[in-house]
């Protein structure tokens, strides 16, 4: 293995030629209740990867959506930000209709749908955002949100066809 190559990069996949595989982990939340905000996501079906603690002044609860590579973080002693301030969190789902479904059965209340180039992204909504899916079937242009009890907000974006160079993998 070369140095530009990291552990377990199998021949240097997802690198830059001559790069080191970097792959996001990880985004912390800030939560007010540590337990409320745990019970939401494993109550969306997302799977608990641990949670740790060291006396009352540090616990760390990782929870990872079901197929991702990336987890998300909260606990005490973790973040200085307000609870509720992270916002444009991204879920990429293949069907949104399914996972809007699946999401709102499990607890969640999430958005209708919306369409727009961008629309997800720009705050406050654009006078170009529209209701339900794209008409035309676009890729990356349907978005429906939510938010987690502390107003923690997420984005879900269908993408049917990934852009060049981009992998489910």
């Not at 990291?6 to 240097?12: E, R, T």
């Not at 080191?20 to 209740?33: G, N, Q, S, Y």
Request: aromatic share 8%.
């Amino acid at each position: 293995m070369s140095s530009a190559q990291g552990a377990g990069d199998a021949g240097g996949a997802g690198t830059a030629p001559g790069g080191t595989a970097m792959r996001f982990e990880a985004i912390t939340l800030p939560v007010a209740d540590v337990d409320r905000a745990k019970a939401f996501y494993t109550g969306l079906g997302w799977r608990l990867d641990a949670d740790l603690a060291d006396g009352d002044t540090f616990r760390i609860v990782q929870i990872t959506p079901p197929l991702s590579e990336a987890s998300i973080n909260f606990g005490v002693g973790i973040s200085t930000a307000e609870p509720g301030s992270v916002q444009g969190l991204l879920l990429a789902v293949g069907d949104i209709e399914a996972a809007r479904e699946e999401l709102t059965a499990r607890g969640a209340d999430v958005s209708e749908l919306f369409h727009g180039p961008g629309a997800g992204f720009l705050h406050p909504a654009p006078a170009s955002r529209e209701s339900g899916r794209d008409p035309e079937g676009r890729s990356y242009v349907t978005w429906a949100t939510f938010s987690d009890p502390d107003g923690n907000g997420w984005l879900l974006q269908e993408i049917t066809e990934r852009l060049p160079g981009r992998t489910w993998e």
